[in-house]
């Protein structure tokens, strides 16, 4: 186990190091600099030139490249060149808000996916199944900006059940908090929640056709619980690796819904940071998420080797 | 450098080339006469609530030196209030200085007087010192944006308590107007010795409302300052501004009733919101303009000398682009008739408007032809143009492309995002290039710079000595109708190179939720709030 847990680290800190480095030079390939975007419509020759002076954009690139990485590995990210502020703290501002819309849209998507998935194995074969199914299609072939749009004009604008936007900190008031990311997480779940009801249908199918399904039922146990106790924990494994692989694709996800519903998470930093060319903001909400991918990649692999004994084996091997 | 190129697809030309030949006649456009302001609340209005404004775009900096986000003043018109404010006819008003100013040596001495009974919000009084060193900050501040608004200035004096002198090299009478602006915002001296340049994190000045707090990218909260010298008439407890950058999506909140006014909605929402119940609009012309600038250069972006297009080298070329362009009808079916035709770089109905600042190039697609022949173009004559990618400025290119390939012209559209655009402005890596210019008061902030040889923003790289000398001058003279002819005889000037091309001018579209009163926005398009109130359910 502790072999494997090495390698997999190692392997995880030559991801960091290379994302870093195509982050940095990615930045840089875009035209237009932060001095040109920060001074905007109005700007004088002299002025650019001050700018970029004072943001050492006037040194050659491998000098800045290692100036970022000495402060990335100090922790030092730096301030945000269009606004000023410390990055750290607009981080620890960003964070919590597409966490918790993460994980708010992941329950949402779990509840959702899971009841679709499992109805859809349980009428199979009837009307309603293909009803089921074009559900899940829609919901996978529907398009974030959209959903969101159309969320905040029926139940927001017409019905008036949701705030159109904004945002309540956690710890400031709970219920008020989850009331304002409602209509956001569902936008942001609806297309996770297609995914896991495919795969829940896919897995259970599966799972119910087994010998050891079959003998349960053959000994009298009560088919709910067959399907909750054999059928269900079964399919899990699936489920756990395809929430895993998508809370990095609710990130990027997020972008999107954080820009519609104005909230002030990571998503919606990013973009701003990419439109004023904020490269020190740019490369660490990159860290920051590329970290994230890695971390939670690795305790998904982890998790499997807990569940599943024989990976272990054979990521020591790899 | 990676160079961007992006492709319109041929397919959307095509459709818009066969639905938008402008060939019938059009209905004219509803007369939009200005709504600047609900009005000042008089009675009836409820003391106290907070106001919020979705605000289209973030502020960088609030610090009125360094600043170069026209959002800036939207957030520091309530906290740092402006020795001059413009009026809703765009005029130039005194707000901390009592009176204009009094020019003496033929424009070479300014002395204005300041109020008396204004107090900064950390209770420093406001005097000619505290006006003396944030102007010599504006004019000595390396990383100063207002350096070149001010002009030739020598020296800044406090003559007495309250009154500032002002000397120049030479005579400058856009002065007054940069007043009116950022360079008019004063900060409590005491705070920007005590912050430096970490003042534009907790801004200190005299106004309606005081900072209280900013999270980057999602809000700024203002709340009333009880030391505000007409604190009697302001009413709300605090002012949230809150960034929505889209705007459907702020036009959603405010009919949804999240937000209680909205700046910058797009003519594509305001016919829906004038519909809605519970909102009401205010709109009102803007200072600035949209245009075509042609690259007139025999450079490429690194200096060496290239072949340059017959469009930079023939001005016959660029005045049948001109006049191939019926921007009447282009600017009413794209924008529904919300925003009007420009043809030069002088609002019409500022002060500074003449016959000939107001002229509109008639439309004559077969005298474009003939031009384009005599010229020895060929036809279609290919032009590629660089656009914004916003939706209001790709629809309007698209109809523009559609129409003048009835004039002989073959435009590539190149939808490129707003940092990269200002880019190869700079760099001169462009054939044309689609792109605004927000708008000063004076007009010497929409020509001097765009015009003059080698002025920072005089992309086209035009130079002749006559127009150097006209828009010189037009700084220089310090009578209104004077100057007002001299930038007559400018804008006929630039209608005959045509380096840039005039279009259309926007409108600034306010949305309100009708329970509020007191807002007001005047040509600068900055949203005024500090005397904002929400109206008394009992009365309404």
Redo the contacts between chains.
Sequence with gaps: MGRFLAVRAVESLITLLISAAVIFLGVRALPGDPARAMAGEEATPEQLAAIRADLGLDQPLLVQFLAFLRNTVTFDLGTSTRTGQEITQMLAAAIPVTLQLSVYAIIVAIIIGITFGMYAERRRGKPDELLANAGVLLGLSVPNFWLGLLGILILAVMLGIVPASGYVPFFESPVRSIYHLTLPALVLGTGLAAVIARQTRASLIETMGTDYVRTARATGIAPRRVLFRYGLRNSLIVLVTIVGLQLGGLISGAVVTERIFALPGLGRMTLDAVFSRDYPVIQAVVLVVTFSYVLINFLVDVLYSVVNPRIRTGGARA | ????RTVVTAGTAALLAAGCVPRQELEAPPDRPNVVGTGEPTSGVREGGDLVM?LSS?P??LDPTTS???YTRYVMQPMCEKLYDIDSDGEIVPMLATELPTIEEGGLTLTFPLRTDAVFSDGEPFNAAAVAAMLTRHLTH??S?RK?ELGPVDTVEAVDEHTVKVTFSAPFSPFTAALADRAGMILSPKAVEEMG??V??HPVGVGAFRFVGR?????IELERDPLYYDADNVHLDRIIY?????A??RA??V?????HVADSISPQDIEVLEAARGVTTLQVGSLGYQALTINLRDTDPDGNPTDPPLIATDPRVRQALSIALDREALTNTVFNGWYTPAGSPIAPGTPFSTPESDHLPAYDPDAARTLLAEAGAPIPYPLQVKVSNSQDALRYAQAMQAQLSQAGFALALLPT????I???Q?RGDFEAVQ?G??GRVDPHGNAYNFWTTDA??NYSGYSSPEMDDLLARGAEQTSIDDRAATYGEAVTLMQEVNAVIYLYRQRSLTALSSDVTGVATFADGVVRLSHAAFLDEKET
Excluded: K
Aim: zero cysteines; hydrophobic letters at 30%.
């Design positions: 450098m990676l160079r961007r979705a973030e960088d900096r170069s986000s026209l390396e990383a944006s070149s340049d970490d534009g994190n999270v980057p990218q999602t809000s809150r960034i929505m950058t889209d459907n999506i959603a909140n009919q949804s009733g999240d937000v995002e707003y940092t990269a200002l880019d190869a700079d792109l210019w927000s920072s923003n």
